[in-house]
């Protein structure tokens, strides 16, 4: 009886020792993961600013007189939402990033009545980049709330396409190296370079993961090569880290 009761009682503390050490190592999951996700955010802002700022710096104004006030007039535009993006207001950033699109599209107008058609090509470029880094700071919101929840409204179980779900969101991600491309992506590892390191992919073997990623919406590629996370493609990501969590 008393063996039994020894063995009773080491039990117990084995069973209490695991939970410790589950709870520890959740801890420390949580905390890698939320060092990624500022890494990911540092790497999108510093990239917002210094495309930014170049856009600005390499204005080149046939207009010699009015250059300077165009790049300032341009710095004062873009400075309140890159302001709330250093400072990690992500949900301010976007809504100064919009009234900086309406302020520019006002100054557009304008132009085109005056048929400055130079000008007009400037605002034009400012405006496209406006909206790649609405992209941008679209998902460092969703990052900043990833949950997704369904709520009790089973009309979005009903309403499910299944033959447009598995065409547009699951075979976009069946294969284990497309998953392993967003991972490397959310991490900031953005280059061709670094995707076929974290793959051990070349050439045109990785080119067609990343089309793939590319054609469903999940990836896209900026002006200086970098491959970047979509919104859509980030909110595949979390749901496939949680159900990991919650299911594996």
Known sequence: MRLDEEV???????????????????????????????????????YVKKTSQDLVENLNCNRPNEEAFCKSQMNQIQA???????????????????????????????????ERIRCVGCIESQTQLLESNKRLISQLRLIESPAVALGSNNQTIDQ??????????????????????????YRGENRFTDLSTSTGLEGGQLLYHLKKLIEAEYVYQTENKDYVLTTKGLKVLVMLAQLSQELG
Do not use: C, W
């Not at 709330?84 to 520019?104: D, I, K, M, V």
């Open 8 to 46: 009773k009682e080491l039990r117990l503390e084995m069973n209490k020792f695991r939970a410790e050490i589950r709870q520890r190592l959740e801890v420390i999951e949580n905390e890698v993961n939320k060092q990624v996700a500022l890494n990911y955010n540092r790497t999108i802002i510093e």
């Open 80 to 114: 309140p939402y890159l302001q709330h993006l250093e400072a990690g207001n992500f949900p301010q950033a976007y809504t100064a990033l919009e009234n900086a699109q309406q302020q520019l599209s006002q100054i557009g107008n304008q132009f085109q009545k005056e």
């Open 160 to 185: 499910l396409n299944p033959e447009l779900t598995n065409d547009s969101i699951v075979n976009p991600i069946s294969n284990k190296t497309r998953i392993q491309i967003l991972q490397s992506i």
